[in-house]
């Protein structure tokens, strides 16, 4: 199938020119970037306190990081040229690319939701077979199942080409009419690979939001505080709002890809139709970060954190540059502080000194006492006479 006719390349030019989303694809990227590195950044500082569930989370950073360094920066190209930048090779490895890591992200959320659902209402299922080996065997099965998937049309079975506003490439939906290989592959990744993921994510959450309202209910109507699981509430609404955020960002491209599956004709719907559903999937890697940032404190402690740590080298000089400019304050501070020091220091030396001269005098007045008993006792008579002489012996 070729890439585009010289009529289609005329009006995707001039929607694209018409429309230029390309100012809007850099920004989104930029956040795209900034956000999921943060949270690369963040899962490595603290990778030796992770739990095994959280490394879905990582798989899912990665998923987003990876699309925005590999993928995305093509799209963005072809939107300034007006038009795909490339020729097929450029668009199997673009559709190659993106259905790999949208499958592996679909993939992704839904082990995330099923895991969430069996430790939240089956925790001995989850104790005995979710553990931290099990879990980097789904991380792997992901990427494993989303590659060979993908790789199928490279053998005939589908094929990668350009959307119709021609700004990025994807798996030829209309290959339906084609050939009964291109159909079989055309439903299976609908019915296999979308919606049975999706149905999976949409029943695990709904069972999981039932449980944690019934738990809450049941402690409230006793009038127990539920500060235990406080935790595991907040980690359940933020799952939550990921998987909501990723079904709603692909529902409208699903849906128009499915409308796309039974009209033979190429003008059946406009192109700007199809862009915005496009566009409107590939923010969903956008926003993931902020659902992490918000409701888990402990990304929130690492960013303030990992931002501390920065702050005293870009505000080291300035402390500097205060201090030689009142430089006699710092001295005149420094010396009240010495002389406070000495007489602390002079203080304590006379405490230690009159505390010792008070213990010699008793040891002094103890030694007179009994050497006073003892003359009285033993030699009163001479110590009366040998007074008196003494007394008397200045006037001889």
Same mark, same amino acid.
């Given at each position: 199938m070729a890439l585009n006719s010289s009529g289609d390349n005329r009006t995707v030019s001039a929607f694209t020119s018409k429309l230029t989303p390309a100012a809007d694809i850099c920004v989104g990227l930029v956040i795209l970037f900034v956000g999921n590195g943060l949270v690369l950044v963040?899962? #490595?500082r603290r990778r030796k306190k992770m739990v095994g569930s959280e490394l879905l989370c990582v798989n899912l950073a990665v998923v987003d990081f990876l699309c925005c360094i590999c993928f995305y920066p093509l799209s963005i190209l072809s939107s300034f040229h007006h038009g795909w930048l490339g020729e097929n090779i450029t668009c199997v490895y673009y559709g190659l690319g993106c259905y790999i890591f949208g499958?592996?992200?679909?993939?992704?959320? /839904?082990?995330?939701?099923?895991? +969430? #659902?069996?430790?939240?209402?089956h925790r001995s299922v989850y104790a005995v077979w979710l553990k931290g080996p099990n879990i980097k065997i789904a991380c792997c099965s992901t990427w494993l199942i989303a590659a060979v998937w993908s790789s199928f049309p490279l053998f005939g079975w589908g094929e990668y080409v350009p959307e119709p506003y021609g700004l990025s490439c994807t798996v030829a939906w209309r290959g339906y009419h084609t050939s009964a290989k291109d159909a079989f592959y055309v439903i299976c990744s609908f019915a296999c690979f979308t919606m049975v993921p999706i149905l999976l994510i949409v029943v695990s959450q709904c069972q999981i939001l039932y449980e944690v309202s019934r738990f809450s209910h049941l402690l409230s109507a006793r009038h127990? +505080?539920?500060?235990? +699981? #406080? /935790?595991?509430k907040q980690l359940s609404v933020m799952f939550f709002c990921i998987s909501l955020g990723f079904i709603i960002a692909w529902a409208p491209y699903t849906i128009v890809s499915f409308l796309f599956i039974f009209h033979k004709g190429s003008q059946y719907m406009a192109p700007?139709?199809?862009?915005?559903p496009a566009l409107f999937a590939k923010s969903s890697h956008i926003y993931n970060p902020f659902i992490y940032f918000y409701f888990n404190k402990l990304f929130q402690k690492e960013l303030r954190c990992l931002l501390?740590?920065?702050w005293p080298r870009s505000g080291g000089n300035q402390v500097g540059v205060d201090i030689a400019e009142v430089h006699q304050y710092p001295i005149h501070i420094q010396l009240q502080e010495r002389g406070c020091v000495q007489k602390k220091n002079v203080d304590l030396s006379r405490v230690i000194t009159h505390s010792k001269s008070k213990s010699k005098e008793k040891e002094k007045e103890k030694d007179k006492e009994s050497h006073a008993n003892s003359n009285h006792v033993l030699s009163r008579p001479v110590y009366a006479c040998w007074g008196t002489t003494a007394k008397n012996a200045p006037t001889i």
């Open positions: 963040i899962c #490595y499958l592996c992200g679909m993939f992704t959320i /839904a082990a995330i939701s099923i895991i +969430r #659902y069996l430790k939240t209402c127990i +505080r539920n500060n235990l +699981r #406080y /935790a595991e700007e139709s199809f862009v915005f501390l740590s920065f």
